[in-house]
């Protein structure tokens, strides 16, 4: 967390106003993020005892948010200098389609079956970002807020697929993900799934 985060001190190149959601974590890293504070690298901090679900966290961190752009990220991401302004400018510069915007694809994602297109300057992917993308906070409405599942990230992102949103992603990487190892499965949290017949369908919306 304290990596990530100060990456996210040094390495932002855009306006921001950083607001972060304590889900009942370690005191020590409260009291950390507390002195964060007061050094007014943070702008908003809020604290839970118990933790409530990044679902939670994110859902009350835009309610807080003023700004033109929202950024939902976790405590396990390594931002490099100018990701910020390349996911807005990515936004800015497509403005006329539906689009979040995320500044990497972890390997996971970055598969024939995600991957929609490729632009001059970016990727076009369904799947990236789905803890660190940027967007519209009307975008966040339109599709809704995030479920408190275990997957939650991965839901979500199915919900963005059928209003019509997609993901554009610089043509490089432009943080790391301190906490990727090999993505997750979605599949494997529904024992049901094992059990449908052939043909059958199951709607997890």
Known sequence: MKQSLTSLFENTDYPTEIIVVDNGGDPDDTDWLVQKTREK????LVRYSENMSFAFAWNQGLRLATGDYICF????????????GACVSLLEKYSD????????????????NFNKEVLPDARINSMAGSNCMVMYPQTYLD???????????????????RKGYLVIVPPT???SHLGYRKGVDWRRHFAVIRNLSKGEKIDFS
């Open 97 to 112: 389609r539906k689009l979040i915007a995320a500044p990497y694809i972890t390997p996971d994602k970055n598969q024939p």
């Open 173 to 175: 990487d432009f943080v």
């Open 73 to 84: 990220t976790c405590n396990d991401i390594y931002y490099k200098p100018g990701w910020l």
């Open 143 to 161: 599709i809704g807020e995030m479920p408190h599942y275990r997957i939650g990230g991965s839901v979500w992102h199915r919900m963005m697929v």
């Open 41 to 44: 690298k943070i702008n908003t």
